[in-house]
């Protein structure tokens, strides 16, 4: 249990820190930090008077005091020993004392009430609450109530939308508090008002998915919830929440100390309102999504470090919180030349778009019962997976007809693989016609506690996984238990011949390994201080086999590298070598003293750059023109 805290608090700080909560910060910035910072004459400010009366109604003592709105009008001038002011949802409220608890103070010296201290921990506080509980329980809920899946995510816009309009305009938040009056308190605090912010905040706000994030979102997709699914969002949300609440301090720091924000808390309160209405409105046109994407990931080392280490793999069993639904799929052993019995197949689940269904229908494996499926999970750019696709595309074609669904659940390892159109154009290309289902964020992955690409699940007419295979290889077997159970199925079906596609799996166990080119997960890189950002490079007097060395200047990102004049020099053991580029420009292979150029166009995609016998020992120079971009070599 305590492991499990660890890993959700360790990855939730990584997610804290990272691009995707950029879009908030601004309004933490200012409605979580700046407008509870005392301002001049605030409550609580040394040498400034609080008056003796109920702070919470806006009271204060001294006969003949006059009260001021922050909306700039005068209130009523009263006689008698309490002037209230009118409720109206402000976080800062002025009135004019003749005496305050510390000493007499000029008549007409305003005294402004800020929002409550505390208010930076109840924004946080509401958002960890929130996103727990949306998270693991709103799928259920929406479910129970048969409403669309994302209404909590619009009612939140809404209230948000709102919540700003009324910081904007003070009336209208009075108005919006009516309905509460009825409650002892009689109005709802204005300094309290944090706690409902993030609420709100809680309910929109999307980290960056990863394998903690997706085993929390199975979780409560399937209803699989127990103390450690509890522990592990909990534990999570604290974590992406501390950078937040640093950066609200750090709001609520700096507008007191800045003298331009200390006299302007109206215009703190208003920006604040401002900035959640520009939020609200970039999340329904999706606009923090396309910023993120023009950000480089600076976290990308930090996740894949994290994400990789053995500690979190097994505690999260491959992946994924083991449920109900895939407690039993370690039955099945990798490649097995017998059927087995694995379970019931786990749920798809989580999946953005469906490609090659009617109308983009989803798949459901219930509705598949009476036929054998096969789901691949694969990547478009991922070398293994293209080798592995015409398998898979000729057994659809060849076996459909006898009763064989296949399910392609393309899970992404790059962030440009999550594109649609990419991943389109790319099924477009190897002759994909099955559905394939796009899973972002890795939730089925998670489901079926994958961690490979490509990974096939066979199961049987009556929903039972019945075979595993990890990575390439093993077809004929895999044809072979696709026959026997569409035979068991329907003991009279004619089956037509085996297919004949090549295996193209290497065979040659000292083949170079899959090379990254960015430095937040680089390998094989022949040199030193191989860093994000722009460097000039030279290669090495002696580069060893199996690395990847550069000249020229460079700018190195967290998804690949982009040069307008630079050399990749690659020594390498392969038949087949590939290199995924993406961009506009051109390319050009030397070995051996021979050249030659291809174009690159579009987004990325595996190209070919050497094809040989199986074994090849030899040396590449790749030059990139201005406009490239490269990611990474892949070897057969």
Excluded at 84 to 92: E, R
Excluded at 123 to 129: C, Q
Excluded at 432 to 452: A, C, E, H, K, M
């Amino acid at each position: 249990m305590l492991t499990l805290a660890l890993i959700g608090l360790i990855g939730g700080l990584i997610t804290g820190i990272s691009p995707c909560i950029l879009p908030v910060l601004p309004v933490i910035f200012f409605s979580g930090g700046a407008e509870s910072a005392r301002g001049t004459g605030g409550s609580g400010r040394p040498g400034a008077g609080t008056g003796t009366g109920d702070r919470r109604s806006g009271s204060g003592s001294g006969s003949g005091s006059k009260g001021t709105r922050n909306d700039g009008a005068p209130s009523s001038t009263t006689t008698s020993p309490t002037a209230t002011l009118p409720a109206a949802a402000n976080s800062t409220a002025t009135v004019t004392n003749t005496a305050t608890s510390t000493g007499p103070v000029e008549a007409d010296e305003p005294v402004t009430r800020v929002a409550s201290r505390w208010r930076p921990y109840q924004v946080v506080g509401g958002l960890v609450v929130s996103f727990s509980l949306f998270t693991l329980l709103g799928s259920i809920i929406i479910s129970l109530l048969g409403l669309p899946q994302d209404v909590l995510r619009w009612a939140a816009l809404i209230v948000l939308l709102l919540i700003g309009l009324g910081l904007i305009f003070p009336p209208l938040q009075h108005l919006i508090e009516r309905p509460f009056a009825r409650f002892p308190q009689k109005q709802v605090n204005p300094e309290r008002r944090g706690f409902g912010l993030g609420f709100a905040l809680g309910a929109i706000y999307v980290p960056c998915a990863g394998p903690v994030l997706a085993a929390i979102t199975v979780a409560g997709s399937t209803g699989s919830i127990g103390v450690e699914t509890v522990v592990l969002t909990v534990s999570f949300a604290i974590g992406t929440a501390i950078p937040l609440l640093a950066f609200a301090l750090a709001g609520r720091r700096v507008a007191e100390r800045v003298k331009a924000f200390r006299k302007r808390q109206k215009g703190i309160r208003i920006t604040g309102g401002i900035l959640m209405i520009a939020l609200a409105i970039g999340l329904v046109f999706d606009l923090p999504q396309a910023i993120q994407k023009l950000i480089p990931d600076y976290t990308a080392g930090l996740q894949d470090t994290f994400n990789n280490s053995e500690q979190v793999k097994q505690a999260l069993d491959l992946g994924g919180l083991v449920n109900d639904q895939n407690k039993n799929l370690d039955k099945c052993s990798n490649g097995s030349e017998e059927l087995e019995s694995c379970g019931t197949a786990p749920d798809i689940t989580g999946i953005d778009t469906w490609l090659n269904t009617k109308d983009g229908s989803a798949i459901d494996l219930k509705q598949l019962k009476g036929q054998v499926v096969l789901i691949d999970f694969w990547a478009y750019s991922c070398i293994n997976c293209l080798r592995s696709i015409p398998h898979v595309a000729s057994w659809s074609d060849t076996y459909k007809d006898a009763g064989l669904t296949v399910v392609g659940i393309h899970s992404p390892e790059y962030a440009f693989e999550k594109e649609v159109g990419n991943v389109k154009a790319s099924m477009e290309k190897q002759g994909i016609t099955y559905p394939v289902g796009l899973d972002n964020n890795l939730s089925t992955w998670t489901n079926y506690r994958n961690r490979y690409w490509p990974a096939h699940y066979l199961i049987d007419a009556e929903g039972t996984v019945r075979h595993i295979k990890f990575g390439e290889g093993g077809y004929q077997t895999t044809e072979k238990l696709i026959r026997e159970l569409l035979t068991d199925a329907n003991p009279e079906v004619k089956l037509p011949a085996a297919t004949e596609v090549a295996d193209q799996t290497p065979t040659n166990g000292s083949t170079t390994q899959e090379t990254y080119l960015s430095p937040t997960k680089a390998v094989n890189f022949a040199g030193t201080d191989y860093t994000l950002g722009e460097a000039s490079f030279d290669y090495p007097s002696n580069q060893p086999a199996d690395t990847f060395a550069l000249n020229g200047d460079w700018n190195l990102t967290s998804q690949g590298i982009t040069s307008p004049n630079g050399t990749v020099r690659l020594k390498f053991t392969a038949q087949t070598v590939r290199m995924v580029l993406g961009g506009e420009g051109s390319v050009t292979v030397t070995r051996d003293g021979t050249s030659e150029t291809f174009d690159v166009s579009g987004p990325p995609d595996s190209y070919p750059v050497f094809e040989g016998k199986t074994g090849t020992t030899g040396t590449l120079e790749v030059t990139l023109s201005g406009g490239v971009d490269a990611y990474s070599f892949t070897f057969g």
